[in-house]
């Protein structure tokens, strides 16, 4: 499975949109995106995932570059709720049984 | 339904004791997996299922053994219990492609194992 590169931690204010990058320039034809977070001591939690095109559910909207070398996850009104460890993996599809997490993002949502 | 379900919560061993960590999903899922989480990391894959009576290794299976009889079951045994198996483990399960696939893999709420 393709590697992923995410900055170790962003700040966010409250009701403001976030958005938290990912790299993935060795991710093959056949890998789709997928996010995750975690919130303190939780199990992950899926958040939305996609191939090539751009996707949005009602939690988040993804972004993937033309090139699929990169990704950008959009929580467009981050709530305190939403501070957690947010992961980018790369894998083909009905594979997820296998993940392969990184370290993520911690996110801080602010007041 | 109730989702993943992981007992016990919290558990605290002595070096040598061997225990299970018991893992159940009511969602009718082929898969099944263990991952570990140490203090600062990600998640690290220890054992999979693809479904009943398949079981397969993850990055790190040294020191657990699993077994998978039903569909709904998934438990994972620790022999010989280390200090450096002190980590929180969470089970996941997702379903097989096919009508109405979500691609999604559940996770339970984790048990919090301490050796000493």
């Keep these: ?111 | 339904n109730a989702g993943v379900t992981q007992t016990p919560k919290f558990q605290v061993l002595k070096t040598g004791q061997s225990m299970t960590l018991q893992c159940a999903q009511d969602m009718n899922h082929e898969y099944m997996s263990w991952y570990r989480q140490d203090p600062g990391m990600g998640l690290r894959l220890i054992h999979y299922s693809v479904g009943a009576g398949i079981t397969d290794q993850g990055e790190v299976p040294n020191g657990y053994n699993v077994s998978r009889s039903t569909t709904e079951d998934f438990p994972l045994r620790l022999l010989s219990a280390a200090p450096s198996q002190t980590s929180v483990y969470f089970c996941a399960s997702s379903p097989t492609p096919g009508t109405g696939f979500t691609d999604t893999q559940y996770f339970g709420p984790g048990t919090r194992l301490t050796v000493l």
């Design chain 1, 1 to 111: 499975d393709a590697k992923t590169t995410q900055p170790t931690s962003m700040d966010c204010a409250e009701g403001r949109a976030a958005n938290l990058p990912c790299n993935h320039s060795t991710i093959s034809g056949n890998e789709y995106v997928y996010w995750y977070r975690q919130i303190h001591s939780q199990g992950p939690q899926y958040i939305i995932h996609g191939l090539k095109n751009n996707e949005t559910n009602e939690m988040a909207s993804l972004i993937i570059t033309e090139d699929r070398k990169s990704s950008t996850l959009i929580l467009p009104h981050a709530t305190l709720r939403d501070t957690a460890v947010y992961y980018c993996i790369v894998g083909i599809r009905g594979s997820n049984y296998k993940l392969t997490f990184g370290k993520g993002t911690l996110l801080t949502v602010n007041p």
